[in-house]
Nanobody, 125 residues
């Protein structure tokens, strides 16, 4: 059984930092690309950052470039999202998702086979 479990969300003031974790079981990060998505109330789910299983290449949405960093510890089968300089507009439920290989469009939720339950991130102004 495949499971993705996110943790690390919470309430933080603007300018603060959080580190999210996505612990995977039933899949190997050697084979599966992991992407962080987020969804704010009333908005569509959007891809935030991706780390490719093929070569570890990372991808970021323009809105988080320079502030967020994605990384993986394949020995622990866990992907992290370090979020710095948080803004109120980063408030959302954050999900990690897994796809075998690298999706044609990493930002599209359509391509992902497995999803976590989400973790809430709230940034106060």
């Amino acid at each position: 059984e495949v499971q993705l479990v996110e943790s690390g969300g919470g309430l933080v003031q603007a300018g603060g930092s959080l580190r999210l974790s996505c612990a995977a079981s039933g899949v190997s990060l050697d084979d599966y690309t992991i992407t962080w998505f987020r969804q704010a109330p009333g908005k569509e789910r959007e891809g935030v950052s991706c780390i490719s299983s093929r070569d570890g290449t990372t991808y970021y949405a323009d809105s988080v470039k320079g502030r967020f960093t994605i990384s993986s510890d394949n020995a622990k089968n866990t992907v992290y999202l370090q979020m710095n300089s948080l803004k109120p507009e980063d408030t959302a439920v954050y999900y990690c998702a897994a796809d075998r290989g690298l999706p044609v469009s990493w930002r599209s939720s359509f391509y992902y086979d497995y999803w976590g339950q989400g973790t809430q991130v709230t940034v106060s102004s």
